[in-house]
T-cell receptor, first 112, second 114 residues
Framework: DAKTTQPPSMDCAEGRAANLPCNHS???????VYWYRQIHSQGPQYIIH???NNETNEMASLIITEDRKSSTLILPHATLRDTAVYYC?????????????FGQGTRLTINP | DAGVTQSPTHLIKTRGQQVTLRCSPK?????VSWYQQALGQGPQFIFQ???????QRGNFPDRFSGHQYPNYSSELNVNALLLGDSALYLC?????????????FGDGTRLSIL
C-alpha cells in the first residue's frame, strides 16, 4: 500500500508556480521522498528526491517539512508541457529494497 | 547514453495465449524491475531481477515470470493471458550499489487482450 496521500487533481496557470503537496505522516527515518511524473502514454519520469533537506535541480524544488511528515514539489514556472500525473513515493534506503509503491498521484493540469 | 528501452511498444493477444516482453536497462545499470499499470491507476510492482535471479516479487500470480540475462537485459513472460492482463507494462532499471539513486523507466509495452 502506498504510504503517501496526494490530492487527486490540481490546476495551475501557465507561467505561475505549481505547488504539489504530499502527506507521508508514517515515514521512517531511513526513507527518502521521491517524485516522479508521467505524461500521457509515456513511462514515469524521475523529477527529484530528498531525505530531510530541501533539494533543487533543473526541473523542480522539493521542500520537506522539519518533521518529515509532508513535502511539497514546486515547479517554479509551469508550462503546458508540465501537464502530467505527479507521484510522490517514499522508499527506504536499503540495498536491494528498490520496489516503488505508487499511489494514485495528482493529475496536474496547466492552463494557458 | 541510451535510456531504458522496451519492445514491442504495442501488442495484441487473445485470451489463453502467452506473451514475452523485453527490456534493455540504462547503460551502467544492473537491476531491472517490472511494473503493471492498468488504465487510470498507478504502476504496480511485479518483480525485480538482479544477478539473473528474482529478488523481490509483488502480489502477482506465477503466470507472471521473468528472466535476466548476463548483459542485464530482461524479459517478462505472462502465460494463460486473461482480459484483466490488459495494461501498460513498464520496465525500470537501477544500480544495486546505489539505492539512493532513482530508478529510470522505459515508455512501456501496451498489451491488449481480446
Amino acid at each position: 500500500d502506498a504510504k503517501t496521500t496526494q490530492p487527486p487533481s490540481m490546476d495551475c496557470a501557465e507561467g505561475r508556480a505549481a505547488n504539489l503537496p504530499c502527506n507521508h505522516s508514517t515515514i521512517s527515518g531511513n526513507e527518502y521522498v521521491y517524485w516522479y511524473r508521467q505524461i500521457h502514454s509515456q513511462g514515469p519520469q524521475y523529477i527529484i528526491h530528498g531525505l530531510k533537506n530541501n533539494e533543487t535541480n533543473e526541473m523542480a524544488s522539493l521542500i520537506i517539512t522539519e518533521d518529515r511528515k509532508s513535502s511539497t514539489l514546486i515547479l517554479p514556472h509551469a508550462t503546458l508541457r508540465d501537464t502530467a500525473v505527479y507521484y510522490c513515493i517514499v522508499r527506504p534506503l536499503l540495498q536491494g529494497a528498490q520496489k516503488l509503491v505508487f499511489g494514485q498521484g495528482t493529475r496536474l493540469t496547466i492552463n494557458p | 547514453d541510451a535510456g531504458v528501452t522496451q519492445s514491442p511498444t504495442h501488442l495484441i493477444k487473445t485470451r489463453g495465449q502467452q506473451v514475452t516482453l523485453r527490456c534493455s536497462p540504462k547503460s551502467g545499470h544492473d537491476t531491472v524491475s517490472w511494473y503493471q499499470q492498468a488504465l487510470g491507476q498507478g504502476p504496480q510492482f511485479i518483480f525485480q531481477y538482479y544477478e539473473e535471479e528474482e529478488r523481490q516479487r509483488g502480489n502477482f500470480p506465477d503466470r507472471f515470470s521473468g528472466h535476466q540475462y548476463p548483459n542485464y537485459s530482461s524479459e517478462l513472460n505472462v502465460n494463460a493471458l486473461l482480459l484483466g492482463d490488459s495494461a501498460l507494462y513498464l520496465c525500470a532499471s537501477s544500480l544495486v550499489t546505489r539505492p539512493d539513486q532513482p530508478q529510470h523507466f522505459g515508455d512501456g509495452t501496451r498489451l491488449s487482450i481480446l
